[in-house]
């Protein structure tokens, strides 16, 4: 019997659906739990977070969901509109193009975590302004630190500015593999960009099994 506790805070944390493969009750460590636990902390803050603007008009923040022992982190900008709704990361048609490129490279999206530079959604899915990303960044690198993930994989060249502190062209950028906080960090296109250029997908795709060649999965 898996303990309730431990469900309330999967679902708060915005998972919907839990796959068992093999019973998990007497396999999950105190590490993990910690890290829910932790996680969940994060949760509760950013629910009553007004460093900036945003929290005004924002119906759900997403904190970001996933795997807490994930080898790979995948780092986006914001949430969007259906984001904003559900409360989760990356579920509107951008979230399900990164899902099927994660399943094309072998692997289901519940081995990694999803997160977002931002918790809450800029007005009409603007770009997150400097001043946002600097309010909300730490509750992100609190994130990286507890999952401790190999690789980080920026989404855009959004992300790539809340991590590093300066513009890019994310066109030169992709493909490159930098160093954060002692995490490798594969950069490419938000998925986002790609619905935008359909001829960029297969590129895309590529590039998500390199992340996780990357990670050594």
Not at 66 to 76: C, L, R, S, T
Not at 81 to 87: F, L, N, R, T
Request: glycine share 6%.
């Amino acid at each position: 019997m898996i303990d309730k506790n431990y469900l309330k805070v999967l679902k708060e944390l915005g998972f919907e659906e839990i796959i068992l493969d093999r019973p998990i009750l007497n396999q999950k460590s105190s590490n993990q739990i910690d890290k829910i636990e932790e996680l969940n902390k994060i949760y509760e803050e950013i629910k009553t977070c007004t460093k900036c603007d945003l929290h005004k008009n924002r119906t759900n923040p997403v904190l970001g969901e996933g795997n807490v022992n994930a080898k790979i982190m995948f780092i986006g900008e914001a949430p969007g509109e259906e984001e904003d709704k559900q409360g989760r990361p990356f579920v509107g048609r951008a979230g399900k193009l990164l899902t099927k490129c994660i399943e094309n490279a072998g692997h289901r999206r519940e081995e990694v975590y999803i997160a977002n530079i931002n918790k809450c959604r800029p007005p009409n899915n603007r770009t997150p302004t400097i001043e946002e990303q600097e309010a909300c960044i730490p509750f992100l690198l609190r994130q990286i630190e507890i999952i401790n993930p190999k690789v980080l994989c920026l989404l855009g060249a959004t992300a790539y500015r809340g991590i590093f502190k300066k513009e890019a062209k994310i066109i030169k950028e992709r493909g490159s593999v930098l160093e954060f906080k002692d995490k490798k960090v594969y950069i490419t296109y938000h998925p986002a960009y790609v619905l935008r250029n359909p001829k960029e997908e297969e590129t895309f795709c590529q590039d998500i099994k390199n992340v996780f060649r990357l990670a050594g999965e």
